[in-house]
Structure formats: C-alpha cells, structure tokens
C-alpha cells in the first residue's frame, strides 16, 4: 500500500509540476542561472515526492567557475533528479526519442539539452561538435557511458563516445557515482520504492594534455573509479 500511495503521489507530481514550470521555462530560457536555480528545487520536490534519503559526497570537489564532462552511472530514473544537486547548470546529453514527447520534449530543448541520435552516426558526430562547442563556451556536459540504466546497480560496458568529446573539448571529466537508486526505481518498473540513495563526487580527471590516442586509457582510467567505488561497501546507502 505504501509503494501504491508513493507511486501515484510522485507520479502527479511529475505531471503537475511540469505544467506548472513550462510556462516559467519558456520565458526564462535564455537566463540559465535562473533555469539552473528552478532545476535545483524540482529535483528536490521530487525526491521527497519519491521518499527517498539522500547522501551527497565530495561535492566541495566541483568548482563552479569550471566547465565539466560529468560522467555518472545509470541505475534509475532517480539518477536525474540527483544530479540536479550539482552546483553547476548541466547540459544533458539525450536520445532523440525523448525530444517527440510532448510538452517534456520542449522542455528539454528549453534548457539546452543536446540531442543525440545515435542510430545516425554523421548526426551523432554532430551532437558532439555541439556538445564540444557548448563545453568550450562554459558550458558543463553530462553523459551516461553506460548509455543505458543497469538492472541491478551492476556496471554496464562503457561506450567511447564521451571520452572523445572529453579529449576533443579539453575539459576535465568529473566521475560521480550513484549508489541505490535502482532500487527506488528499478529499469522495467515505474513504480516507486522509498529508500536511501548515496551521490559520490570524484576528483576530476584532466584531458587537456590527450589526444584520441588515449581514449581507452582514458576509459579504464575512469571505468575504475566507478568500480572501486561501486564495490565499496562504505558506499551503499543505509537502508530507511
């Protein structure tokens, strides 16, 4: 009964609140402080919507006058309205599909998310002269690896394409992981399990000195993070 009653509770206040905010986000997309400021709260209303504790750790370690490429892994839905907790505004990377929804697809597109096709491999080279561009600008990148959400918090294969634009961009990769949102919100389900969910800030990894050369080297550096930290029991949330 709790899980029916927190599933149909957060779920209207998804769609109320998205309602509510279109016609701010309309107006206000060109100020992305105030965009960035409006993120932060919904991100918050929505996690106590969900019943969910949260722990964030290691975020004195983002510098908000730096651009990043933060890299985090993917374990639910939950992930998102975690990282709204970022002191910086983040541009997020997503598949095209997400831009057909209605309202939500506006939405995105109001707050400079970058579209991401990756059936089409001349558009997603693309995205990422885009995503580049935005980076070079001040702007800071956020890219699931995985490219997908895991099933059981496990660590999916890494894709290369964010180590690329890192390298291509320059700017510093910023590895945040996240431990026990899956189980708030596992993939395949939208009901909703209140829980405790563990955000984990990484020093950032400098690129400005690669070149495409040093992508894998790159990759393992970063997969390795996400491991050690993922298999540290210090790390899992505490159950509520």
């Not at 905010?21 to 997309?29: D, E, G, R, S």
């Not at 892994?73 to 997020?92: A, C, E, K, T």
């Not at 993939?187 to 070149?211: D, I, Q």
């Not at 393992?220 to 540290?232: A, H, P, R």
């Amino acid at each position: 009964m709790l899980v029916l009653f927190r599933t149909i509770f957060f779920w209207s206040t998804v769609f109320s609140s998205l309602l509510f905010l279109v016609p701010f986000l309309f107006t206000l997309q060109s100020r992305p402080k105030a965009i960035h400021w409006i993120e932060q709260r919904w991100g918050r209303l929505l996690l106590f919507a969900g019943g969910v504790k949260t722990e964030i750790q290691g975020m004195e370690k983002i510098d908000p006058s730096r651009s990043y490429i933060i890299m985090a892994n993917h374990q639910s839905y939950f992930d998102i309205f975690l990282l709204l907790f970022s002191p910086v505004l983040i541009r997020w990377m997503a598949k095209k599909e997400l831009f057909k929804i209605p309202v939500f697809g506006s939405i995105l597109r109001w707050i400079g998310a970058i579209e991401v096709d990756r059936e089409n491999k001349s558009k997603a080279y693309l995205s990422i002269k885009q995503a580049v561009d935005k980076i070079r600008k001040g702007s800071t990148v956020l890219i699931f690896p995985e490219g997908t959400r895991s099933t059981v918090g496990e660590l999916l294969p890494f894709s290369k394409g964010g180590f690329s634009l890192a390298i291509l961009a320059g700017a510093p990769i910023l590895p945040i992981t996240i431990n026990g949102s899956c189980k708030i919100m596992p993939k395949g389900s939208y009901r909703v399990f209140p829980g405790s969910a563990t955000l984990s800030v990484h020093s950032p990894v400098e690129t400005l000195e690669l070149t495409l050369k040093d992508r894998d080297q790159l990759q393992k550096k970063i997969k390795e993070i996400f491991q050690n930290d993922l298999k540290d029991p210090s790390s899992l949330p505490v159950a509520s």
